[in-house]
């Protein structure tokens, strides 16, 4: 299970800088494009983001991570390139 939260951290980073692209490179030169884009991007950064705290809560008494390590791992989330640190820090040897 190490091994798919790692690769959900991944995605939902890449995802959550995906979002973050549409809205500051394609929304004020192409309206339209923005708004076709927003709703598959924003769906699946949505899910991979529900996946990615499911996945830690279920991940917390297996991997041993104190209360500290749990909320840096969940606030990480909400962060840009913030999974890309936990994975890199906490989930590089899976």
């Known amino acids: 299970m190490l091994?798919?939260?790692?690769?959900?951290?991944?995605?939902?980073?890449?995802?959550?800088?995906?979002?973050?692209?549409?809205?500051?490179?394609?929304?004020p030169t192409n309206i339209t494009l923005y708004k076709t884009l927003l709703f598959p991007i924003g769906m699946s950064h949505g899910l991979l983001f529900i996946g990615y705290i499911l996945l830690a809560?279920?991940?917390k008494s297996a991997q041993k991570?104190?209360?500290?390590?749990?909320?840096?791992?969940?606030?990480?989330?909400?962060?840009?390139?913030g999974t890309f640190y936990i994975e890199y820090k906490y989930l590089k040897n899976a």
Do not use: C, R
Request: aromatic share 18%.
């Open 57 to 59: 809560i279920l991940l």
């Open 3 to 27: 091994k798919i939260f790692k690769i959900t951290a991944i995605l939902e980073g890449i995802s959550y800088l995906v979002l973050f692209s549409n809205m500051l490179f394609i929304k």
């Open 65 to 81: 991570w104190d209360f500290k390590t749990f909320m840096l791992i969940l606030i990480a989330s909400v962060i840009p390139f």
